[in-house]
C-alpha cells in the first residue's frame, strides 16, 4: 500500500498567515491548496497540511518539525525567522550532540528543531513524556509494522551509566518512506501528544481505510469524520485520497460534507454515492 502520509497542523483561523509565514523562510516551499478550512503547503518539498479548526486544541512541543540545515549560515538564518515573535526552548548554539542546533517555538505557536546536517531536509519529531515516557521504543516498531516500505534507520538508547537505561535517546524510521523521529523525554513537561498535531493518511480504496482505522483502534480510540487516536495517544486522520475532490465538488460537495460529519470511520461509498 503506497500511501501518502503527512502532518497536519491545528490552527485558530490563520492557517493561511502561518503556512505563508514558513513559505517565506524555507527553500523549495509553496501554498498548494488554498480553503477556508484547509491551506495544504510544501516545506522543503513535503507536504503540510494546516487546519482551520478554532481555538479547541493548541499546539505544543510534544511533536515539533526537525530540520537539518546544511551550514551553519542556513541554521541561524531559518532559526532566527523562526524566532520572529516567538520564543525560544533551546537557544542556537552548540551542543553535545550538534555544531549547531536550536529549538524555538514560533508565533504561531509550533515548535521547530533546526540542527546543521549533512543534508536538507525536514520532518516531525515525536518526545514521549510523562505517561508516555518510554514508550518511543513501541510506538516506531507499531508503525515500522503498519505501513509498508518501513524501516527504522537509527535507534539510539540512554546508556546503563543514566537514570533513563534502555530509554530512546534519538530514533529515526521511515514509515512508506516517510521519515519520522522519535525520543523519550525525560523530566517534567507540562505538554503531551493532543490533535493539535496529527498524521493524515491518504488511503486509495476502502480496504486500506478498515486496514489503518481497525489496526491503529484496536488498542486507540475512534473519534469523529476519520480522526483517531492510536495506543500512544497521537493522533491520526485516515482519509480517502480524492477527499478534496469529493468536498469540493460544486453540485455534491455540500451533501458529502454533510455526511462525513456524521461519521467516525470514513465510508468512500457513501461519500461518493452523496
Known amino acids: 500500500m503506497n500511501n501518502s502520509i503527512h502532518p497536519c497542523i491545528w490552527f485558530d483561523g490563520n492557517a493561511k498567515e502561518a503556512a505563508t509565514f514558513y513559505c517565506s523562510i524555507f ?77 524555538i517555538k514560533d508565533k504561531f505557536g509550533m515548535t521547530w528543531q533546526i540542527m546543521l546536517g549533512q543534508e536538507e531536509r525536514i520532518c516531525p519529531s515525536l518526545l514521549f513524556t510523562g505517561e508516555k515516557f518510554g514508550k518511543a521504543e513501541a510506538a516506531i516498531k507499531l508503525y515500522t509494522s503498519v505501513f509498508d516500505n518501513s524501516s527504522i534507520d537509527v535507534l539510539q538508547h540512554w546508556g546503563n551509566e543514566t537514570l533513563f537505561a534502555g530509554k530512546v535517546l534519538f530514533s529515526e524510521c521511515k514509515l512508506n518512506g ?26 486509495n480504496n476502502q480496504e486500506e481505510i478498515d486496514y489503518y482505522w481497525n489496526t ?48 467516525k470511520k470514513l465510508d468512500i461509498a457513501k461519500l461518493e454515492q452523496a
Not at 511533536?63 to 526552548?89: M, R
Not at 475512534?222 to 486522520?237: H, M, P, T, Y
Request: aromatic share 10%; hydrophobic share 40%; glycine share 10%.
Open 178 to 203: 516517510y521519515n519520522l523521529i522519535a525520543m523519550d523525554g525525560p523530566g517534567d513537561h507540562a505538554f503531551t501528544f493532543n490533535e493539535a498535531l496529527s498524521f493524515v493518511v491518504e488511503c
Open 27 to 103: 527553500p523549495n516551499s509553496k501554498i498548494t491548496v488554498d480553503t477556508p478550512m484547509v491551506v495544504n503547503f510544501e516545506l522543503m518539498g513535503k507536504k503540510m497540511m494546516g487546519l482551520n479548526g478554532g481555538p479547541m486544541f493548541k499546539i505544543n512541543p510534544s511533536i515539533s518539525l526537525f530540520v537539518n540545515c546544511k551550514t551553519v549560515e542556513q541554521t541561524d538564518e531559518i532559526y532566527n525567522k523562526l524566532a520572529e515573535g516567538g520564543e525560544p526552548l533551546m537557544e542556537i548554539g552548540k551542543y553535545d550532540w550538534s555544531e549547531r542546533y536550536g529549538w
Open 216 to 263: 491503529f483502534t484496536e488498542r486507540g480510540e475512534e473519534s469523529q469524520c476519520g480522526w483517531l487516536k492510536d495506543e500512544f495517544g497521537i493522533s491520526w486522520q485516515i482519509i480517502p485520497a480524492n477527499i478534496g475532490k469529493l468536498i469540493s465538488d460544486p453540485e455534491r460537495g455540500a451533501r458529502a460534507m454533510q455526511e462525513l460529519m456524521k461519521m
